[in-house]
């Protein structure tokens, strides 16, 4: 595989269930994100894991918690969400402290909470 | 003030049209600047990096004004496979400050 793998592509799930996003990247970067895109919105940034330090956004809830267990791993873990979580979560990686940081995101997780 | 501001669009265009966007930023210590393209539905991906002296890369051309604060993208004989919405981006220092602007609905007409 290479690239940025996202996994489930699709995830529907009701406000009171458990569940969780992967992402890996075979890209050796030492960088990798959490974005969140809802429709006609800018990207929204929600967590960053850079050289294994996490940086988050304040403004994200706790109900979105997430792990990094080394620098190609990264998960979201979901538990008692909003209608308003529906959207599309976008993994990322790149080579953070180079000239240029360029993403390589992943395909996307979309999900929807009924 | 939006850290990165871009016209939303959309803009219609017919095919063979030269069609350009601006994207203003208001950190005026930011480093690097990009444009990234996404097709529906799809993950955004890098066009083009954007450099002080300009640069092109086929079709093409990305700018940036330091003084006025905004890069700029120019595509010449626009294609419809050139349909996307075009995204700014801004590097203003660690890995957490990258902004992205909303972006650019582009539709390029047969």
């Known amino acids: 595989e290479t690239g940025v793998t996202q996994t489930p592509r699709h995830l529907v799930m009701g406000m009171t269930n458990k569940k969780s996003l992967k992402c890996e990247q075979h890209?050796?970067?030492?960088?990798m994100y959490w974005y969140k895109q809802s429709a006609k919105k800018p990207l929204e940034l929600m967590f960053v894991?850079?050289?294994?330090?996490?940086?988050e956004n304040n403004s994200v809830p706790s109900r979105f918690s997430p792990e990094c267990p080394n620098s190609s791993h990264l998960f979201l873990h979901l538990h008692t969400l909003q209608p308003e979580d529906s959207a599309l979560y976008l993994c990322?990686?790149?080579?953070?402290?180079?000239?240029?940081?360029?993403?390589?995101f992943g395909a996307g997780s979309r999900l929807t909470v009924l | 003030r939006k850290e990165v501001e871009q016209d939303p669009g959309p803009f219609n265009v017919p095919e063979g049209a030269t069609v350009a966007f601006n994207c203003t930023y208001s950190?005026?210590?930011?480093?690097?600047f990009f444009w990234y393209r996404q097709d529906c539905r799809k993950e955004p991906k890098l066009l083009m990096s954007?450099?002080?002296s300009g640069n092109e890369d086929g079709r093409f051309t990305a700018q940036l004004n330091r003084a006025s604060q905004y890069i700029s993208l120019l595509i010449r004989d626009s294609k419809l496979s050139d349909s996307a919405t075009y995204l700014c981006?801004?590097?203003?220092?660690?890995?957490?400050?990258?902004?992205f602007g909303s972006g650019t609905q582009l539709t390029v007409l047969p």
């Open positions: 954007v450099y002080s």
């Open positions: 950190n005026s210590a930011s480093q690097s």
């Open positions: 890209l050796g970067h030492n960088a």
């Open positions: 981006v801004v590097h203003s220092g660690s890995a957490r400050q990258l902004t």
């Open positions: 894991y850079s050289l294994e330090e996490r940086v």
């Open positions: 990322a990686s790149s080579q953070a402290g180079s000239v240029a940081n360029v993403l390589t």
